[in-house]
């Protein structure tokens, strides 16, 4: 596989041409927001977006997530997160992460960070340990 690297910054955000913004207004318009909302054996843009993609990648599959939340909570289940198993994660952190354990059938295990908003290694260590979990996200 030939995984091309993102080198820009990701918080320099870059202005969207015309053509991409009508191309964005007629999905929207034809109501046809995700992969399966097609006639017979019409394809989507969504599907071919992800194809056009997964051939840039040199990836033989890609999935368009509509979220982080959702594609953290995909990426779980294609590791073979087991329901109710724990996963470890940050305390420091926002409602999709512990939101998409749940989603994927799985149970948070917060984890303290230190003053300087970093993983506290000692509390992963123990916690890591008494759970057993194989995840961390």
């Known amino acids: 596989m030939n995984i091309k690297a993102f080198s ?72 073979g997160l087991q329901p109710g198993e724990s996963v470890l994660t940050n305390t420091f952190t926002l409602a999709p992460v512990p939101g998409s354990i749940s989603n994927a059938g799985g149970k948070p295990i917060f984890i303290e960070i230190t003053k300087d908003l970093v993983l506290d290694l000692d509390d992963l260590s123990n916690k890591a340990n008494s759970s057993g979990s194989r995840f961390l996200l």
Do not use: W
């Open 8 to 79: 820009r910054p990701f918080t320099q955000q870059e202005s969207i041409s015309q053509e991409a913004i009508d191309a964005a207004v007629e999905v929207l318009k034809s109501g046809r927001l995700h992969r399966y909302n097609t006639i017979g054996n019409e394809l989507s843009e969504v599907s071919l977006l992800e194809q056009e993609f997964a051939n840039y990648q040199g990836s033989q599959y890609c999935l368009a997530c509509a979220s982080g939340g959702y594609a953290m909570s995909v990426a779980l289940r294609a590791a």
